[in-house]
C-alpha cells in the first residue's frame, strides 16, 4: 500500500518538475532571458540575491535567480546550497571601505562635507511615475561625464570623532567568530551580529529597523553617510606569505549616527549603527544599520524591551532561508503527525460531550 | 596580481598573443574554485567581521624553468587563474619580465584605469553643486 503511494508520488513530482521547467521558460516564442541580461538589466536583484545567500558571484547569482523564476529568496536558497559544495581556501584581509572607488556617497547630516555629495544611479528624486517609454524599449542616451577633483571623501563619522562626539570604534584584529562553521550562540557579540544581519532577510530588517523608527526602542537615527561603489579584496595565501589582491567587488555601507544620552562610564555623545551588504543594496544597508544600533542597547547599558533590541529574537529570525525552511517544511506530509492531533481532539471533545451530558 | 585579478581569462590571452610565448608549464594545484571568506570591520574601522563568501579561483604551476606560480583570482574563471599563474611564475624571470610587463600588464592596467576613469567621470557629474556654499560658509 505504501509503496504504491511512494510511485505515484515520484510520477506526480517528476511530472511537476516537468510543469515547473514549462512555467519557468514561459512563452516559447518569445526569446530566452540570458545570464547576462539578467546580471545587466536586473542587477539589483542579483545583488539581493548575493546579499542574501551570503555568497559574492554576480553569474551565479543570475543563474539562481533565472533557475527560481525571479522568487528571491528561493535564489538565496540556491545560491547557499551551491557555496556549501566548495572549499574554503582562507578568509580576506578586513576591506578597507574607506578606500572604495565611489559610486555614491551621501551624507544627511553635512550639507557640505569634505568630497561632497555624489549621488551616483539612484531612484532618489525619480517621480516614481510608470515610465513607458521602457515598455517600448531603447538604448538611453550616454550619462553626462565630468572631471573628478580628486577632492578627499574621508568618512563622516571621522570628522565627528576628530570632535570627539562620535564613540570611536576599538580598534582589533581579533579573529571573528563565523555562525558558517559554529551555530549561533547567546550572547551574540557584535562581529557575530554582523554576519547574521549582513546575510539577513532585507525585508526583515526594514521592518526591524522601521519599528526602531516609530518608538520600539529609543532610537534618534541620522544617515551620517552611505557609500557605494568597488572595494579591494586582498588574502595573504600561506604559500606566499604576503597580501595580494584577488580583484574587487561592489559594497554598500551605510554609517547611522545616533544620539547616546551616555552611561555611568561614557559621556553623551554619538554612537553608531553599521550596515555593509553586497552589491547596491541600499535599504539593506541603512536597515542593517538600524537594527546594529538597536542591538547595541545591551553593550551601551540602554534598556532592552523592543523586539529590535533582542538578539535573539532579530538573530534567530533574520536569516530568510532558515526562516522559508521552516515555514515551507508545513506543506510536506504530516500525515503521521495530524493523525495523532485527530484522534486527540476527537478525544477531547467526546470528554466534554459526555461531562456536559452527565 | 591586482592587475590580472581584475581581467578576465579572454582579455589576458589576447593580451598574450601579442607577447613573447610563455614557458610550458605543468599545474602543481588547480585550477579550482573555492570560497574566500571576504571579512569587514564594524563601523568601517573597527574589529574584523564576516561580511560573506565569494568564490575564488586559484591555480599554482611550475614552468619548464622552475619557477613556480600562483594565481588566485576572484570568480570561477580558470583560464584566467592559470594564465595569471603562468605569468606570476614567468614574471619572476629578468630576462622575460620587461616584455612581458609591456605587452601584458600595462595594456590591462591602462584598460581597467581607463573603465575605473570613466565610472568617476560619471560619478563626478552626479556631484551636487550647492548654489549657496560659498554664502553659508
Request: with cysteine.
Amino acid at each position: 500500500m505504501a509503496y504504491v503511494a511512494v510511485k505515484g508520488g515520484e510520477r506526480a513530482i517528476d511530472a511537476a518538475h516537468a510543469w515547473l521547467a514549462e512555467a519557468r521558460r514561459g512563452d516559447a516564442t518569445l526569446p530566452e532571458l540570458s545570464l547576462e541580461q539578467i546580471e545587466q538589466q536586473l542587477g539589483l536583484a542579483v545583488d539581493r540575491v548575493m546579499a542574501e545567500g551570503a555568497c559574492y558571484d554576480r553569474g551565479l547569482a543570475a543563474l539562481a535567480v533565472k533557475q527560481a523564476r525571479g522568487d528571491l529568496i528561493e535564489a538565496a536558497f540556491l545560491l547557499r546550497a551551491y557555496r556549501t559544495t566548495l572549499p574554503r581556501f582562507g578568509a580576506s584581509l578586513p576591506m578597507d571601505t574607506g578606500a572604495m572607488r565611489l559610486r555614491r556617497r551621501i551624507s544627511a547630516t553635512y550639507k557640505d562635507l569634505p568630497g561632497g555629495q555624489v549621488l551616483g544611479p539612484t531612484f532618489d528624486y525619480t517621480h516614481r511615475l510608470l515610465d513607458f517609454a521602457l515598455a517600448a524599449g531603447g538604448t538611453p542616451p550616454p550619462a553626462p561625464q565630468a572631471t573628478p577633483d580628486g577632492e578627499a571623501t574621508p568618512r563622516v563619522t571621522g570628522i565627528l570623532a576628530q570632535e570627539g562626539l562620535m564613540a570611536p570604534e576599538a580598534p582589533s584584529e581579533t579573529e571573528p567568530p563565523d555562525l558558517t562553521r559554529e551555530p549561533l550562540s547567546f550572547p551574540a557579540e557584535r562581529p557575530l551580529r554582523l554576519q547574521a544581519l549582513a546575510r539577513g532577510d532585507e525585508g526583515f530588517l526594514l521592518a526591524m529597523g522601521y519599528s526602531t523608527q516609530r518608538g520600539y526602542g529609543n532610537a534618534h537615527p541620522f544617515v551620517g553617510e552611505i557609500r557605494m561603489g568597488e572595494v579591494a579584496v586582498e588574502i595573504a595565501p600561506p604559500e606566499l606569505g604576503f597580501p595580494i589582491e584577488i580583484g574587487e567587488i561592489t559594497v554598500t555601507e551605510c554609517q547611522m549616527v545616533n544620539q547616546f544620552a551616555g552611561s555611568k562610564t561614557e559621556p553623551p555623545q554619538f554612537t553608531r549603527g553599521y550596515g555593509l551588504v553586497f552589491g547596491h543594496g541600499e535599504r539593506k544597508a541603512m536597515a542593517m544599520s538600524l537594527v546594529d544600533r538597536a542591538l547595541r542597547a545591551r553593550e551601551l547599558g540602554e534598556e532592552v524591551d523592543a523586539p529590535a533590541q533582542s538578539e535573539e529574537f532579530v538573530l534567530y529570525h533574520c536569516d530568510n532561508v532558515e526562516a522559508t525552511g521552516f515555514v515551507e517544511h508545513l506543506k510536506l506530509p504530516h500525515y503521521v503527525d495530524f493523525q495523532s492531533e485527530l484522534e486527540k481532539v476527537r478525544e477531547m471533545r467526546a470528554t466534554v460531550f459526555r461531562e456536559a451530558a452527565e | 596580481m591586482g592587475i590580472l585579478a581584475r581581467a578576465d581569462g579572454a582579455a589576458i590571452a589576447a593580451r598574450l598573443d601579442a607577447a613573447p610565448p610563455l614557458p610550458a608549464a605543468t599545474r602543481l594545484r588547480g585550477p579550482e574554485t573555492g570560497l574566500v571568506m571576504a571579512r569587514g570591520r564594524q563601523g568601517g574601522d573597527g574589529a574584523p567581521f564576516n561580511l560573506g563568501e565569494m568564490t575564488v579561483t586559484r591555480c599554482s604551476v611550475r614552468d619548464a624553468e622552475g619557477r613556480v606560480g600562483h594565481a588566485y583570482v576572484a570568480g570561477r574563471d580558470q583560464r584566467q587563474a592559470e594564465l595569471a599563474a603562468r605569468l606570476d611564475a614567468a614574471l619572476q624571470d629578468p630576462v622575460r619580465r620587461p616584455a612581458l610587463l609591456e605587452a601584458v600588464i600595462e595594456p590591462l592596467a591602462a584598460a581597467q584605469a581607463e573603465r575605473a576613469a570613466a565610472m568617476a567621470a560619471r560619478a563626478a557629474a552626479t556631484k551636487v553643486q550647492f548654489f549657496t556654499m560659498q554664502t553659508m560658509r
